[in-house]
């Protein structure tokens, strides 16, 4: 479909964009790689009067260290985050998770910032920035300020950023020596996860020490299974790692629609959840 009419801008630094964003308000979009409001645009989804193209606004992409942190640009590509090796060696499960996303083209297209800020619950990375603790920076009007990725994603395609907000970094604490793992259950390549699950694992001495479980496309936005998380403190193989999975659907609220009922998603959970825990874990 031909997308409707708006207004264009193409500013050259993150003020510039702040500035347009503030003037357009809540009927202004970012663009940046394009590939989560493009497909909105075309299929008349999204009706946005004033376009904010910062793809080409400097200082926005690349991976760098500050002590503990790492700190990943927003307009990273999903195919730089996944070669990089700062990611690699202290944030490995989000290079695990982007490299399941979309194909290809849509993985050197695409943007890490855009994937987050577009916050569908059915994509891969934003039950891994709730896994991996990871903090939203946002510039606006008042300043720069930073968010938590357990109250950035507020509801369905919906963030705590404000209308004049840009996302431009994302800050997430090294996870040196945590194994970790992405499951993903979908019906054909390159789709939406029908069911994800973000796993990563802290063991010390044979035992679980501390484990973090993101789910995706298991409610509005993504979850932390929690009740989980705390049945594996303390786990030493796979059968108590079997009993914790059995309660990583409490508390979410999947949908109903043509590629399962709640049902059925709430299964793929606790058969996701226990693969993927296993596999962080070295038990698999």
């Not at 700062?86 to 855009?114: F, I, K, Y």
């Not at 357990?150 to 996870?175: G, H, S």
């Not at 802290?202 to 496309?217: K, M, P």
Request: aromatic fraction near 4%.
């Amino acid at each position: 479909m031909i997308p409707p009419t708006f207004d264009y801008t193409r500013p050259d630094s993150v003020a510039e964009a702040v500035r347009a964003l503030a003037e357009g308000g809540e009927d202004a979009k970012v663009l940046a790689g394009g590939q989560s409001l493009l497909p909105l645009l075309r299929l008349r989804l999204a009706f946005p009067e004033l376009v904010v193209d910062v793809g080409r606004v400097p200082g926005l992409s690349g991976v760098r260290e500050e002590g503990g942190t790492l700190v990943v640009g927003a307009l990273t590509t999903h195919h730089d985050v996944i070669r990089d090796p700062l990611v690699r060696r202290h944030a490995g499960l989000l290079a695990a998770a982007t490299a399941r996303v979309g194909d290809p083209a849509v993985r050197h297209r695409g943007t890490v910032g855009g994937s987050l800020a577009h916050a569908d619950p059915a994509g891969d990375l934003p039950a891994v920035a709730l896994a991996l603790d990871a903090e939203m920076v946002a510039v606006g009007p008042g300043g720069r300020r930073s968010i938590p990725a357990r109250e950035f994603f507020v509801d369905y395609l919906q963030t705590a950023l404000e209308p004049d907000e840009l996302l431009v970094e994302i800050r997430i604490p090294k996870a040196d020596g945590w194994g970790f793992h992405y499951e993903k259950f979908h019906r054909v390549a390159q789709s939406w996860a029908i069911v994800g699950v973000a796993a990563l694992v802290r063991r010390d001495d044979g035992h679980i020490a501390e484990a973090r479980v993101g789910l995706t496309n298991m409610g509005s936005t993504p979850l932390r299974a929690s009740a989980t998380e705390e049945a594996l403190a303390g786990a030493a193989d796979s059968t108590a790692v079997t009993r914790a999975a059995e309660s990583a659907a409490i508390g979410t609220r999947p949908s109903r629609d043509l590629s399962g009922s709640p049902e059925y998603r709430a299964h793929l959970a606790r058969v996701l959840t226990r693969r993927a825990v296993l596999a962080a874990a070295g038990m698999g």
